[in-house]
T-cell receptor, first 115, second 116 residues
Framework: AQSVAQPEDQVNVAEGNPLTVKCTYS??????LFWYVQYPNRGLQFLLK??????LVKGSYGFEAEFNKSQTSFHLKKPSALVSDSALYFC?????????????FGGGTRVLVKP | GAGVSQSPSNKVTEKGKDVELRCDPI?????LYWYRQSLGQGLEFLIY????????KSGLPSDRFSAERTGGSVSTLTIQRTQQEDSAVYLC??????????????FGPGTRLTVL
């Protein structure tokens, strides 16, 4: 079975400060890892993914994430947070299986960026 | 181009009634997924369609839930005899084909279902 943990329900950060949203995963096999963001009353928007290759992945809106196999983590980062980054962030994992491709999501982390 | 669309955006129904939720995936996407997002909780996988293959129904919570996908495009999620615990936002997503599973999913805006 595959699982994802986002240990923080909420992260508060001042505008201009670095933002980190934590994610750890548990899978049998090589993981495909994704980050999505959900703004109020909106669907999820894809931010970035790790499939293979370079452990540092860059995505939309200045976000990046680092895949760490030894720590089974895929933390989302942004060097300088904006108020508009306030949203709900979901980490998700999938393992290649011929029988299915469903994503397993973490519980989400609410980010609040204060001006 | 057009993204994933869902209708209705909001649905209020009475306990015991049946409801149908519709999803129009992105053109050319052969994979389609339904998720449920309950208040204060993460996303729960419901069902997955890939081309003409048999759907993966492993996430459906009870036999009151069913889904179909006609012509490999539009999908309908049906909930029979709705219960108050069915109240949630139902999200549909689509992606390009590929057994590799590395294609990201594109989500619709969701249907907010409220069962009174």
């Amino acid at each position: 079975a595959q699982s994802v943990a986002q240990p923080e329900d909420q992260v508060n950060v001042a505008e201009g400060n670095p933002l980190t949203v934590k994610c750890t995963y548990s899978v049998s096999g090589n993981p495909y890892l994704f980050w999505y963001v959900q703004y109020p009353n909106r669907g999820l928007q894809f931010l970035l993914k790790y499939i293979t290759g370079d452990n540092l992945v860059k995505g939309s809106y200045g976000f990046e994430a680092e895949f760490n196999k030894s720590q089974t983590s895929f933390h989302l980062k942004k060097p300088s947070a904006l108020v508009s980054d306030s949203a709900l962030y979901f980490c998700a994992v999938r393992v290649f299986k011929a029988a299915g491709n469903k994503l397993t999501f973490g519980g989400g982390t609410r980010v609040l960026v204060k001006p | 181009g057009a993204g994933v669309s869902q209708s209705p955006s909001n649905k209020v129904t009475e306990k015991g009634k049946d409801v149908e939720l519709r999803c129009d995936p992105i053109s050319g996407h052969t994979a389609l997924y339904w998720y449920r997002q309950s208040l204060g909780q993460g996303l729960e996988f419901l069902i997955y369609f890939q081309g003409n293959s048999a759907p993966d129904k492993s996430g459906l919570p009870s036999d009151r839930f069913s889904a179909e996908r006609t012509g490999g495009s539009v999908s309908t999620l049906t909930i029979q005899r709705t219960q108050q615990e069915d109240s949630a936002v139902y999200l549909c997503a689509s992606s390009l084909a590929g057994q590799g599973g590395y294609n990201e999913q594109f989500f619709g805006p969701g249907t907010r279902l409220t069962v009174l």
